[in-house]
């Protein structure tokens, strides 16, 4: 089969699309297969970690992640209903960005570890361990399924902040240049 692959419009905050809770798929198919390599697509063109599915205005709980270091071969991760079943006591502080909140970054504290269990590719079932960068980007992208940002683990003070920004960068970018 020929696909081609498709750079997705991303979704910015502040915008409704991003506070929703995702459906689960049935199973990964063709077209969950063809939303998976988009995604993937649109998270390299953008210089993301990783990309969850409501980020392209498509609700359902599909993440894609890459968590290489430049120099790196990629690490590919494409996963369905991923879900955690497992974290550690300890936490790991670290800091986040996310393509829906741009030019912003904070520290979040969350578990350093985790089990998790997801579909993948071929809709098989997968176990896996996660710490470091992987349990991170895991974790932040699981939060978008659940209509959460990682400003929504900042203090209110923090958050509103930034959340002020946010409008006014939107309100900004909709404004016709000035001539
Ligand atoms: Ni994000």
Request: charged share 30%; aromatic share 4%; net charge negative.
């Amino acid at each position: 089969m020929v696909s081609i692959m498709a750079v997705l419009p991303l979704v910015v905050a502040p915008d409704p699309r991003l506070k929703k809770k995702a459906q689960s798929v049935e199973r990964v198919d063709d077209t969950i297969r063809k939303q998976m390599d988009d995604m993937l697509e649109t998270m390299y063109a953008e210089n993301g970690l990783g990309l969850a599915a409501p980020q392209v205005g498509i609700s359902n709980r599909v993440i894609v992640m890459d968590i290489a270091r430049r120099d790196e071969e990629p690490i590919i991760f494409k996963m369905a209903n991923p879900e955690v079943i497992w974290e550690s006591p300890e936490l790991k502080s670290y800091e986040e960005g996310c393509l829906s909140v741009p030019e912003h970054y904070a520290d979040v504290e969350r578990p350093a570890r985790i089990k998790l269990r997801y579909l993948d590719y071929e809709n098989e079932i997968r176990e896996i361990e996660a710490d470091d960068v992987l349990a991170v980007c895991v974790q932040h992208e699981i939060d978008h399924l659940n209509g959460i940002l990682f400003i929504d683990h900042l203090s209110a003070l923090k958050r509103n902040i930034i959340a002020r920004k946010l409008v006014k960068a939107k309100k900004a970018a909709a404004e016709p240049a000035a001539v």
